[in-house]
C-alpha cells in the first residue's frame, strides 16, 4: 500500500507524528540529504543519541513518510563484506490530510483521467468524467459495504428521518463550491459505481443540494451488512 492509499485516520497519524521535535528535524535533514542516511550519520548530524535517532527513524518509516533500505558498507558483496547497514530515504509519495476529510487528489486523479479517455475516444469530456468517475466508485465498493464505504471515502453518513442516509461531509467541498455543474454530477456518477459494487440500488442516490453537506444522499435503508434492504 503507498502513502496515498493510507486511510485517513493514518494520513492523519502520519503528519501529527511530525509534531514531535526530534522526527521532525530527522525528517526534515533524510528529506534534504539527497541521499540515502544512516541512523549514527544522522544521529550525529542532528545532536541526538543513537538510539532516540533509530526510535524516529523507524517510527517515520512506520508512519510512511521515510522508508528504509539495506546495504553492505562500501557496497561489498560476499562473505567478510560485513553487516548491511539500515539506511533511511523519503518515501515518493506524499502524505496529504486535511479535516474535515477531503479527496481532492481523487478528484485530480478523475480529471485527468476523463480528459485522457476524451482524447483518446473522442467523448467529450463531461462525459468521460461520468464513465471514470463511475468505474472509480466500483473500484471503492468493492468491499460489498455500502454505508461503510461511504464512511471510508469521507462522506460521513448519518440516518436520516426518511429512513436513509444524509451524508454529512463533502470530500470534493471546494471545488463543488466553486464548479458544481462539474464536480456534483462526477460525485453522482462516484456513489452509484460505490452503490452497484456494494449491491445496493444504484437509484438510492440522488441530489440533496443545499450548504453544509454533500449534494447527495441516499433514500432508502440499508440493512446492517450495508447492501439495499429493499433488494
Known sequence: MGAT????TRKIAAVASLGEENRRALYQYVLESGEAVGRDQAATALGLSRSTASFHLDRLVDDGLLRAEFKRPGGKTGPGSGRPAKLYRPTLDEIGASVPQRSYDLAGHLMASAIAHSAAEG???SHALLDVAH???REAGRSGDFIGAL??????PMPD???GYRLLNCPFHRLSRDHAEVVCPMN???LRGVAVTSGADPSTVVG?????HCCARITRDIDDSGHDAAR
Open 123 to 125: 467523448v467529450p469530456v
Open 161 to 163: 428521518e426518511a429512513g
Open 151 to 156: 464512511a471510508d471515502c469521507g462522506y460521513q
Open 135 to 137: 468505474a472509480s466508485g
Open 208 to 212: 440533496d443540494a443545499g450548504p453544509g
Open 5 to 8: 492509499d493510507f486511510p485517513w
Open 188 to 190: 453522482g456518477a462516484f
